[in-house]
């Protein structure tokens, strides 16, 4: 008997007995606080039930011994180079999987392809803490979607990353790139270095804000940045700063801070961006059925909420306004930053080893033998650019880690993990187990070529993830990407400078923490 049915009998014999004729307002409240109440009582002790459950199951995993308050916190340090190297000699001494304690809470690390695919192909949803912290901002775009809402939502944003789609957003990629190609003409064939980072993080936000929004802006010119940017940032370091702050985990002492506040203001400022775009949009495809629509409307590329607002499932049903703006942010955050992480450490490898920059180059040159833009077609001949910016995401993954809540029962290692526990697949460490790649900390992009490929496991490498819920947006960013690489080795040679060498910073997307310096030539130009 459910909680709801016990008070259902019980509260009217209670009136019967005690000669109530109509309960009065003082005992419907009486009732009301009762029920919420019991329903508290209920849940926490379902909630520690199911703790305990975990916590007894997790101990039959290895791992480093935890504090009895604090777990293993403060072992880990800040994201930087010392936590990598501390994961990694945890992998070797732990092997495939181990218990990691954030407080009280245990987590199940796992960095095995075995591990991994196993809970990956139980399409276990990206339910975990730190997707409920960024709710208020995604709501329930696809990254903290589950069951049939994100089916259903899964299926109608396929159309957006159709091939025809994927072509028109050539021309923006072309544009933004020649844009940052001509900023550095001020740093080429100097003494000294710059930090080529920011640089790509601006050139990866406007073409992401044209093809979700068509919105242009100056913001690779202009040292102002647009709000919108702005905003996407200071969201991103919020959700960092409270993974790392142990007492912003406890919800109603976060809302109250400083912090918090922002956070939930910052909230509000995307939403009412999104949402001004998203009524603008109705508004014009009303014009359209009305054939009232404008020369500028009428020859407007088509975006990612053109798109999205025109998308229907086979009941004929279309998104909700607030659908798409969740989808919008979540494709702007998704998009953005690990876009630009990728393009970033890509620059900086070729960078390092000439021998490779230079066959990229060598290829390049062919498809700009009598043109100045990569077209669609040749994508798919630039195999070894391709083969380099995997090998790239390899060494710096970007993403270092992906969290699922598992929602049924399952065996993993061999062992029995129960519904509920939370599990940390470390991408990073899996790219680059010594048992799994040769030489792992070496740039070789020949493992990434067709024959290497195919004799590979897929889960040995997952730089998109894999399974049903892998990136959707996995050819929007490669076709950035190869756009831009070979538009900027088109016009310069890249060099590193040694004395500034990058250290890795795993947030929530593997970040330089001291920046990608490099130094620019202008090169000769052939055609």
């Known amino acids: 008997m459910t909680l709801v049915q016990v ?52 101990q039959h995993f290895p791992g480093p011994k935890p504090h009895w308050l604090f777990g293993n916190i403060f072992q880990l340090g800040k994201p930087n180079e010392n936590r990598i190297k501390l994961i990694h000699n945890h992998v070797k001494k732990y092997d495939k999987c181990y218990t990691y304690w ?17 809970i990956i192909k139980a399409s276990v949803p990206k339910e975990s ?16 979607a589950s069951g049939k809402r994100w089916a259903r939502n899964r299926k109608l944003l396929t159309s957006v990353f159709h091939f025809h789609n994927l072509k028109s957003y050539l021309k923006v990629y072309n544009e933004c790139a020649n844009i940052l190609v001509n900023k550095w003409r ?39 940045h647009h709000p919108y940017l702005t905003a996407v940032q200071q969201l991103t370091r919020l959700v960092i700063d409270r993974v790392l702050t142990l007492h912003h985990y406890i919800d109603w002492i976060y809302l109250i801070s400083t912090k918090g506040k922002r956070y939930y203001d910052l909230c509000d400022a995307v939403h009412s961006f999104a949402d001004q775009i998203i009524q603008k949009r109705v508004e014009n495809l009303r014009s359209h059925k009305d054939n ?12 990612f909420i053109d798109i999205l607002l025109t998308a229907r499932d086979e009941t004929g049903q279309g998104l909700k ?16 930053d690990t876009t630009a992480s990728a393009l970033g450490w890509t620059l900086y490898c070729l960078a390092k080893y ?62 029995f993990v129960p519904a509920g526990t939370t599990v940390r697949i470390y991408l990073h460490a899996l790219c680059n187990r010594e048992d799994t790649w040769e030489n792992p900390t070496e740039f070789i992009p020949q493992r990434f070529n067709t024959e290497n ?31 831009a690489v070979s538009k900027i080795l088109h016009h310069y040679e890249l060099e590193i400078d040694h004395q500034r060498l990058a250290k890795r910073y795993h947030a929530i997307v593997s970040q330089p923490e001291n920046g990608l310096w490099i130094k620019i030539k202008n090169r000769q130009r052939i055609h």
């Open 102 to 118: 954030f407080g009280i809470f245990p987590v199940l690390i796992c960095s095995h392809r075995g591990a991994a695919k196993s």
């Open 321 to 336: 306004l607030r659908e798409i703006r969740d989808e919008a942010h979540t494709f702007m955050f998704a998009g953005y």
């Open 7 to 58: 008070i259902d009998t019980l509260v009217p014999t209670f009136i019967l007995e005690k000669g109530f004729k109509a309960p009065s307002l003082p005992l419907v409240l009486v009732t009301m606080v009762i029920s919420s109440v019991f329903s508290v009582i209920i849940k926490r002790r379902e909630y520690i039930s199911q703790y305990f459950r975990i916590r007894k199951a997790l």
């Open 129 to 144: 803490w730190i997707g409920n912290w960024m709710r208020p901002w995604l709501g329930h775009g696809l990254i903290l």
């Open 186 to 224: 001020q740093y080429a064939d100097m003494p000294h270095s710059f930090d080529e980072h920011p640089d790509i993080k601006m050139l990866s936000f406007d073409i992401i804000l044209q093809c979700v929004f068509s919105v242009k802006t100056d913001c690779q010119i202009n040292k102002t």
């Open 354 to 415: 000439g021998e490779h920059q230079t066959k990229v180059r060598e290829e390049i040159d062919v498809i700009f033998k009598d043109k100045d833009d990569v077209e669609w077609d040749d994508l798919s001949s630039l195999t070894y650019t391709t083969m380099c910016i995997k090998e790239a995401m390899r060494l710096y993954t970007t993403v270092p880690s992906v969290e699922r809540k598992l929602n049924r029962d399952m065996t993993i290692d061999n062992k």
């Open 453 to 483: 490929s195919k004799l590979r496991d897929p889960y040995d490498y997952m730089p998109f993830s894999a399974g049903h819920r892998n990136c959707i947006g996995k050819h929007f960013a490669l076709n950035e990407m190869k756009v």
């Open 292 to 303: 009232k629509m404008t020369d500028q409307q009428k020859h407007k590329r088509i975006d």
